[in-house]
Every structure is written in structure tokens, then in C-alpha cells.
């Protein structure tokens, strides 16, 4: 199969493009080439999707299949589909859970009420809450253009090696330090995530057996409670876990999900909808979650590489959790 990821040097497209080299497949990334190399094996193609004619290297080639991951622009999507969507026998876009409107309801899948599609506009500089919207647009436009050769996945919470959001791999770093860390005290809190490699692997594989449709891909859903005892104990470093109740935390004011002093996967219940869809259909068609303690294992391996005490995207500093430990 002679495969194009659009991108391929960060994370889930790196991801792909490693598992096709793997499979044997013939991998072109498309892609500035600042973020760093494609895997080996992989051929770099210099693009750059913000200017004029910027696909334009990729011009009149055909490729079995393309993968799209594209975050911030639906024009990004439109001008792929354009320059490439004509000689492609597969495409697969990776859009987002955020697609969807209800946050609250637990057991969504495709087929629920999704946002207001946006084509103007990118997430870039502060536009976040914009994320959804373009991705709903960018969807309608992959199937309009590609019809029963498109293949459209909506992951929540993507883990495991290489990760740099700090969103899943602060907790084994953390639970690896020791001592006494604050957890969110026991809820009913869903959580799902899905491993890289394993999304990676589904993609590759929709690629090969022209699978197509719009899917969740996402893993099963467990407690969080659960979940972080597990990483607990998959980390190592004996760590103590300190239940905080949450009106506790947000009198310290720590903040849900992401961001500067934050619990990474803790969510109100106001959004328990988001981390809870019902993943039973992208396991009908292929996709296969690995354990937890694998995640772990590859989460706590980049966050050792890149150091467990650096300045974070999301959690708690050291001086911010023993504050919010003082004032319990």
C-alpha cells in the first residue's frame, strides 16, 4: 500500500506512519519538518499547509490511502481534499469527541447532535473553543468529497509513548516520585482513553481493508478511581494517594482536565458525557485497546525521557500540590 500521512513526525500521525513502515508499506509524510524526522523507513516530503499552494510537492500523485490529522484549519482539509482527494483510494480523517453538543449524557456514539460546523477560523491563538466546530466541518467535508472511501475517527483522550500534553503522563510521573499526591477524592467519574499505537494500528488497518464510516475511537470506559490506582501501581514509587474533595480543590484553585494547576482526566459532572462514549462499535471494526499497565509503561517512559520534574502544560507543581496537601 502505498501510504501518505499528512504530517507524520509528532505523535498519533508519527504513530501511523511507523506502524505502516512496520506493516511494509511504501509511507510518504507530508509535513513542515520542524517538529522533527519522520520515523525510518517513512520519506519526507516538505510542505507547508499555511501557504499559497502549499500542497503543492504532493500535486498529481496517487496514494492507496491518506491520513489526515489536521487540528486548527477546515481550509487545511478542503485544499488536501482538492490537490488529493481525486487519486485517493482510502481517506481517513481524525477528527475529535469535542464534535459532539450534549457534554453531560454517558453513552454517546456517532449519530448523536453534534456543534454548529465552522469553516472560518483555526484553534490557533486562543481559539480553542473553536476546536469542535471546525472539526464537525472538516468531517462534512471529507465525506462529501470521498463518500464511501472515507474513514472519519473521533478519539477522546490519546496516551501512551510520545505524548507531550501532560494530560494522562503527569500521573505515572507523578505516582513514580512518591510521597503524597493529591487525587480527586472517589466519584462515579467516568474516564476512556485510547493508546496511540493502538489508534495508530485501527488506521493503518482501515487503510488496508478500506473500512469506512464514522466511528468513536476510543477505549472502554472505567472509574477514575480505578484508573489511578492502576497507574499507581504500574508506576512504581510507592506514592500515597490524598483524596481531595472537590469543593476542596476548587477553593485551592485547582482546575479540571488541563491547563496551569490543574488534575489531569478529573472532570465535573457537567462534562462526565465527554469521557464516557460508548466505544462498542470501533471494537466491532477492528479496534483493539491494549491494557492499561502497557499505556502506563509507554507514558511513564517518554515522561522519564523528557524529565519528571519539568515545567508541565497541566497538573500540579511541587509547591502547588503541597499547598493544596497543607490547606486538607
Not at 510542505?47 to 492507496?64: C, K, N, S, Y
Not at 469542535?132 to 462529501?144: F, H, L, T, Y
Request: contains cysteine.
Amino acid at each position: 500500500m502505498r501510504l501518505l500521512v499528512l504530517g507524520g513526525t509528532v505523535f498519533l500521525s508519527k504513530a501511523v506512519a511507523a506502524e505502516a513502515v512496520a506493516r511494509g508499506h511504501e509511507v510518504t509524510c507530508a509535513a513542515r519538518g520542524t517538529s522533527g524526522p519522520p520515523p525510518d523507513g517513512a520519506t519526507l516530503v516538505t510542505v507547508d499547509r499555511d501557504g499559497p499552494d502549499g500542497l503543492a510537492p504532493l500535486a498529481g500523485q496517487g496514494f492507496d490511502a491518506v491520513v489526515d490529522v489536521a487540528a486548527i484549519s477546515y481550509p487545511w482539509v478542503a485544499e488536501a481534499l482538492d490537490v488529493l482527494g481525486g487519486k485517493a483510494g482510502h481517506w481517513t480523517f481524525v477528527s475529535t469527541v469535542n464534535v459532539y453538543s450534549d457534554d453531560v449524557t454517558q453513552g454517546q456514539s456517532p449519530g448523536a447532535p453534534l456543534v454548529a460546523p465552522l469553516r472560518e477560523g483555526t484553534t490557533r491563538d486562543g481559539e480553542i473553543e473553536k476546536y469542535g466546530a471546525i472539526k464537525v466541518a472538516s468531517e462534512d467535508a471529507v465525506r462529501d468529497a470521498m463518500g464511501d472511501r472515507a474513514f472519519v475517527v473521533r478519539p477522546g483522550l490519546i496516551t501512551g509513548p510520545g505524548d507531550r500534553s501532560d494530560r494522562f503522563g503527569y500521573w505515572p510521573a507523578r505516582f513514580h516520585r512518591g510521597g503524597r499526591a493529591v487525587v480527586p477524592a472517589p466519584s462515579e467519574q467516568p474516564i476512556q482513553h485510547i493508546d496511540v499505537r493502538d489508534l495508530a494500528s485501527w488506521i493503518v488497518t482501515a487503510g488496508e481493508q478500506r473500512i469506512a464510516g464514522t466511528f468513536d475511537g476510543i477505549g472502554p470506559v472505567r472509574p477514575l478511581d480505578d484508573v489511578l490506582r492502576e497507574i499507581a501501581a504500574v508506576a512504581g514509587g510507592g506514592a500515597e494517594l490524598v483524596p481531595i474533595p472537590p469543593e476542596a480543590l476548587k477553593a485551592a484553585g485547582v482546575q479540571p482536565w488541563g491547563g496551569q494547576k490543574s488534575l489531569p482526566l478529573w472532570l465535573p459532572p457537567s462534562h462526565w458525557g465527554v469521557s464516557s462514549h460508548d466505544p462498542a462499535a470501533s471494537i466491532d471494526a477492528g479496534l483493539r485497546p491494549r491494557p492499561l499497565a502497557e499505556t502506563v509503561a509507554g507514558a511513564l517512559a517518554t515522561e522519564q525521557e523528557l524529565g519528571l520534574d519539568r515545567e508541565r502544560k497541566a497538573g500540579l507543581s511541587a509547591d502547588e500540590e503541597a499547598a493544596v496537601l497543607a490547606a486538607a
